[in-house]
């Protein structure tokens, strides 16, 4: 477990309020921020928040955990700290799921933290008819895409002709176009989660257009964007 040392400049007392057993604040007494701190310390819990909305969502947060939650919570803030990783908590990031390199196959979920062999853990919020189940991919850092390389990404797959899966065809094709936004990992279609799902046929009307014409238009589209 990373370890950490409390520095004066974390206290309470160094510049908030004076330890009882001091006059004045530490900060006005010579001590410096970068100092370890002695056995009185007391984190500053103000530099947590800036208002009152802050404050209530800490305690409705904290007010909801275990003990063991709060401790995995604190295990993961002091794994996490210091800037040394390729992406922050609550990032969200892009990867192809199932298939080839098609526009369709791709999801996008947010960076919970980070595994001991460095693979990033990945997550989805829970949709609302799903309450409470959630969606947990844990994939090698060169496997994912920040948001301006999805960006570059989608664009060069759809110049390509390569927006649906010819082997996993959408049954609403219509809904990728150029600002076709990746699901994250839980609002993902069944059977993108079980490449083996059989799909269900519907009743009405069979959708005839043909994915090389809506390619096609969408290129059309893009160009008339860029004048």
């Not at 056995?39 to 003990?67: H, N, Q, Y």
């Not at 110049?159 to 010819?166: Q, T, Y």
């Not at 094709?173 to 069944?190: C, G, L, R, S, V």
Request: proline share 6%; with cysteine; aromatic share 8%.
């Amino acid at each position: 477990m990373t370890k950490i040392a409390f520095r004066c400049g974390m206290c309470l007392h160094f510049n908030q309020h004076a330890h009882p057993a001091k006059e004045q604040v530490c900060s006005k007494l010579g001590i410096k921020s970068y100092n370890v701190a002695p056995r009185c310390f007391t984190p500053d819990v103000t530099k947590l928040i800036s208002g009152t909305e802050d404050l209530a969502a800490m305690a409705s947060l904290f007010g909801t955990l275990s003990p063991q939650q709060k401790t995995i919570f604190m295990a993961l803030m002091l794994t996490n700290r210091g800037g040394k990783r390729p992406f922050s908590i609550g990032q969200k990031l892009y990867f192809r799921a199932v298939g080839g390199d098609y526009v369709q196959n791709y999801m996008a979920g947010y960076v919970m933290g980070y595994t001991s062999t460095k693979e990033v853990i990945l997550s989805g919020s829970p949709e609302a008819r799903t309450r409470g189940r959630i969606y947990t991919a844990y994939l090698d850092a060169s496997s994912v895409l920040t948001a301006t390389q999805w960006q570059k990404k989608r664009l060069s797959l759809i110049k390509a002709n390569r927006l649906i899966d010819p082997s996993h065809p959408l049954r609403k094709a219509k809904k990728i176009d150029f600002d076709y936004e990746p699901p994250t990992i839980d609002q993902a279609p069944k059977a993108w989660k079980d490449e083996h799902t059989p799909r269900v046929k519907s009743r009405g009307t069979r959708n005839n257009d043909e994915p090389q014409d809506m390619v096609v238009e969408l290129y059309r589209q893009e160009e008339n964007k860029g004048r």
